[in-house]
Nanobody, 131 residues
Framework: QVQLVESGGGSVQTGGSLRLSCTTSGGSLANYAMGWFRQAPGKEREFVAAITWVGSGTYYADSMDGRVDISRDNANNLVYLQMNNLQPEDTAVYYC????????????????????????WGNGTLVTVSS
């Protein structure tokens, strides 16, 4: 059973950077395409970035404006989200998620909360950006 655990959240000032990490306490992340999502207070969860099983392909939300980079280290069961030039509007709980099938961009950008969405979710890590 895959249980995703996020870490690396915290408080930063505007313009700062953070690197989030996601690992699992069971199973292997190498069997899954992985993604990061976020949910700001009072807003719906939204897609941030996704990466294929071996990292050969990545997909980013347009709203991130090139400020994030997703990567993975399958040997150590880790997936990362590097976030740069953080802004107050980036304040949110960030979640990692796993999906056995890549399935195309739809399942990451739009269909992630549906029945055929993500197979596993973590509990999230809070990122707070102050001005």
């Amino acid at each position: 059973q895959v249980q995703l655990v996020e870490s690396g959240g915290g408080s930063v000032q505007t313009g700062g950077s953070l690197r989030l990490s996601c690992t699992t306490s069971g199973g292997s992340l190498a069997n899954y395409a992985m993604g990061w999502f976020r949910q700001a207070p009072g807003k719906e969860r939204e897609f941030v970035a996704a990466i294929t099983w071996v990292g050969s392909g990545t997909y980013y939300a347009d709203s991130m404006d090139g400020r994030v980079d997703i990567s993975r280290d399958n040997a150590n069961n880790l997936v990362y989200l590097q976030m740069n030039n953080l802004q107050p509007e980036d304040t949110a709980v960030y979640y990692c998620a796993a999906r056995e099938k890549w399935g195309g961009r739809y399942y990451w950008s739009t269909g992630f909360a549906g029945e055929d969405g993500m197979d596993y979710w973590g509990n999230g890590t809070l990122v707070t950006v102050s001005s």
